[in-house]
């Protein structure tokens, strides 16, 4: 179990939650919240649709543990909203629903329609609806409940929204800044108690444990052709083995642990479409020089997305011959907040795939002396590794269909 703290319609909860439930669990089955409805469970028909750190989100496909620290808002932390109440009534009056079940996710997304785009057109609002599925309506009555709100709101300055920037999840600074207060939802919040948001993490305060036991585990291996007592020796400078990984970087000087081998502060830059994250963190590093292996943990925070990962990355050089090595290695990591999306099977393969690639490419560089050692890495777009992968693989597809 994993325990997690939120604001959930302006009050703070805590709650301990398995890794793998997802955020409408948590929220109709704990919190009785139960507006919120489920339909499809893959993110397609948008019946579950919420506000996280007060951007639309479907809650059937985010784990709860990803809304740790974040502001959530349900229909029911609507009821006394102007916007809110005007699309309601205009929903009732234009015939906007028929069973009801898709009218809680529609009238989210159609309040964050009227908040965007306050001019929308037909053509626009229909564009912007186009991830809620209704299968009663024929949706002709729930445009023209838009509509009509849109007119009302233009001539009620008391129910006029607050316009907001675009973007998606994580895209904006967060909702639950560091102090404890929630600016997501508009009103007076209650501050949550958190820890800090953007400071290093104290690697003593880890638990490691659960890195192991929930971690999303990746295992790669490769080979280089250089004697094993030299990539031994390179993997002891953990400033030169950071700079071989994209995005990766020491920010101070490495220092003799106490019990970890050694330790240095350090950031992570990683891109996932719109959201750009600096993790800021700490490394230790610990070495079985007799059975040529070794662990190295990390942890940070990002405050922007805001989001945290720990990793523990061990490795094993063998010799295969006197002048090749093999080096294995089994990355453990557990990401929460906006970038938890990146933990997703296919995406995160894809990624590891490449920044092994990249990492072997600079280690061989590093080791033949081709390389400058101040080389500076550079922020890994996670996002465009990923649509190159799906690419390649409707490459792959397409060439086998026809028979090449
Ligand atoms: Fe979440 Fe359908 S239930 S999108
Ligand atoms: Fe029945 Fe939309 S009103 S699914």
Known sequence: MKSISLVINGQNVEGAVEPRMNLVDFLRDHRHLTATHIGCEHGVCGACTILIDGVPAR?????????DRAAVTTLEGFEDDGVMNTLREAFAEHHGLQCGFCTPGMLMTARDIVTRFPD??????????????????????????????????????????????IGPVGSHPSAVRKGGMSTAMSGERTPIA???????????LVDWKAVEREGVELRQSFRVPFPRVDVWRFFSDLDQVTRCMPGARLTGPVRDGRAEGQVAEGQ???????????????????????????????????ARSPSSAKATISYAV???????????????????????????????????DHLMRVFVQNLEARLSGKAPADDVAQTLDAGAVARSAVWARIRSLAAKLMGR
């Open 194 to 204: 958190l820890p800090s948001a953007a400071g290093n993490e104290n690697i003593d």
């Open 268 to 302: 992570v830059n990683v891109k996932l479409g719109p959201i750009v994250s600096a993790f800021q963190g700490v490394l230790a590093s610990t070495r079985d020089d007799s059975n040529f292996q070794g662990v190295v943990r990390g942890a940070g925070r990002d």
């Open 318 to 352: 063998r010799a295969p011959d006197s002048l090749k090595s093999e080096v294995d290695v089994t990355v453990r990591f557990v990401l929460s907040g906006a970038l938890a999306q990146f933990s997703r099977g296919g995406l995160v393969k894809d990624v590891a």
């Open 59 to 67: 809650s059937c496909i985010t784990f709860a543990v990803a809304a």
């Open 120 to 165: 929308a057109d037909e053509k626009r609002i229909r564009t912007e609806l186009a991830g809620n599925l209704c299968r009663c309506t024929g949706y002709v009555g729930i445009v023209k409940a838009i509509q009509d709100a849109l007119t009302k709101l233009k001539t009620s300055p008391a129910a006029a929204p607050a316009k907001r920037r």
